[in-house]
């Protein structure tokens, strides 16, 4: 069994957020062609033009055309590819809209469950609602849904081996719960 306790940040929520938004660079690709194509669907529908040339000489016609094609382009490029460092920023301003913003919050993962207690709520969740666990340098998430996941910051660990010891251990009970034991 774990358990810490921590104050919940903006800096926690933040890096949470971003964690949960984060999408692998193949599927930002994929998503910057959709958009690309979306683009190019309303071209068409406005100018009833098919051919790429032809779209591409009647951008290029005039210097103004060119600008104003490429600040979209590189804007939808840029919001793609970099979508979770959007929502990473929107955070800090929810943060204080949060009933658990500055709360001190006491987490327990144990064989059966996860429990979460503050002064706001008390929360246990058996591990099958865990759908991911997402470990990075200063955090584990333990994902619940696509906007939520449970936080264990680094910092309230102690000793660095306390929280490898607690990345593996939640990494073996989602993995357990995913194969059905």
Partial sequence: MFQITYTMTSQDYAAMTR?????????SILTLALWLFSVWCLIVLFTDTY??????????????SVLISAAVFVAIAVFSIFSHWFAWAIAFLYYRQLASAGATITMKMSEAVVEASSTVADTKAPWSTVKRVLRERDYLFLAISKREAFILPRRSFGPEAGFDAACRYAEVRVGKEVRGG
């Avoid at 964690?19 to 599927?27: D, I, N, S, V, Y």
């Fill in 19 to 27: 964690a949960l938004t984060r999408r692998p660079l193949p599927r």
């Fill in 51 to 64: 051919d790429p040339l032809v779209m591409a000489r009647g951008i290029f016609a005039s210097a103004s």
